[in-house]
């Protein structure tokens, strides 16, 4: 048994993303509830990664089953294609974290009932049809799922378990969460587009093409960006949620290294995905101290 392969088929690195969803949502829980339960928050946490890190796997069995996966590509964990593990062993772990996931997701809904229910299949679902049959991952619906699930829908979720109360204002503000969120997979569908065009994967990206696709990027950032800045002259935010401006010079970086890239040269992009998280990370950190901080003051 490869303990090293279950570990990398999960891809930890991309958990910052849940990470920061749900913390957002444990603040904003906490600014309009004035306090919240520690093990339902840790639970949430723990199911949200088990249910992030149950789709990464998952998707690499069925990236791999259509051919997306290869030697010579550069997304997925790479556990198949470097055999450190077989498609058997990978859809298995699928399945353990998947069911790991639900059992704990029993206790949220027993103590928050049907809401969370309801939002915890929605998640389950999309996680296993992301690549499952003709998975609408495949048909350029990746970065629409990924934004939703990772913003709207885990925010939410988060604050509702914790808050015990419906709000418009966790899904607004899971907004600029989501757009980086996007970003990560967007970064990483430019990358690949040659191989996902030859194996008859449809992305945004490859539909684009290399060169407009580079602006989804760049709007995506933007996006980011000026919402927060926008909703600083609302109740949404204080003017304390400008320190996410810190986190230009890393978003330029990326833009920079991109906007020399070319299609035939992937290699100066293979860890775009990553530094877009990086950025994510950094700024939903902050964005999340500047929601903290305006309650102290």
């Known amino acids: 048994m ?17 990470a920061v969803s749900v913390a957002l949502g444990a603040v904003l829980a906490f600014q309009d509830a004035g306090s919240f339960s520690i093990p339902l928050f840790l639970i949430v946490l723990v199911c949200a990664i088990l ?3 149950g789709t990464n796997v998952l998707s690499d069995y069925f990236d791999y089953k259509k051919g997306i996966d290869t030697d010579y590509s550069f997304g997925s964990s ?52 992301y690549g499952f049959g003709p998975g609408y991952k495949y048909f350029a619906l990746g970065d ?27 899904i607004l503000l899971s907004l600029p969460v989501a757009f980086l969120v996007a970003l990560i997979l967007v970064g990483n569908n430019i990358r690949d ?10 992305t945004i990206a490859n539909l684009l093409g290399h060169s407009k696709a580079k ?22 935010l204080t003017f304390w949620s400008l320190a ?15 906007s ?11 860890d775009l995905d990553v530094k877009s998280a990086q950025l994510h990370l950094v700024f939903g950190i902050l964005l999340i101290a500047s929601i903290v901080i305006g309650m102290a003051l």
């Open 215 to 236: 602006w989804e990027y760049y709007l995506l950032i933007a996006a980011a960006f000026v919402t927060v800045f926008i909703m600083t002259f609302t109740p949404l």
């Open 51 to 53: 249910m992030h890190a």
């Open 144 to 170: 629409l799922a990924v934004f939703l699930m990772f913003g709207p829908l885990m925010v939410f979720g988060s604050y509702y378990v914790l808050a015990e109360r419906f709000s418009i204002k966790p």
């Open 78 to 129: 790479r556990v198949i294609t470097e055999k450190l593990l077989t498609p058997r062993q990978v859809l298995i772990e699928a399945i353990v974290i998947f069911s790991i996931a639900v059992l704990l997701s029993l206790i949220l809904i027993y103590f928050r009932g049907w809401p969370i229910l309801v939002l915890g299949l929605l998640g389950l679902l999309a996680a296993i049809f």
């Open 260 to 270: 020399h890239s070319v299609p035939d040269n992937p290699q100066s992009i293979a």
């Open 193 to 202: 587009i040659k191989h996902d065009i030859k194996a008859g994967s449809r």
């Open 2 to 18: 490869s303990v090293k392969g279950y570990l990398q088929a999960m891809r930890a690195f991309s958990f910052t993303a849940t």
């Open 244 to 258: 996410v401006l810190v986190t230009i010079p890393i978003a330029f970086k990326n833009i920079v290294i991109l």
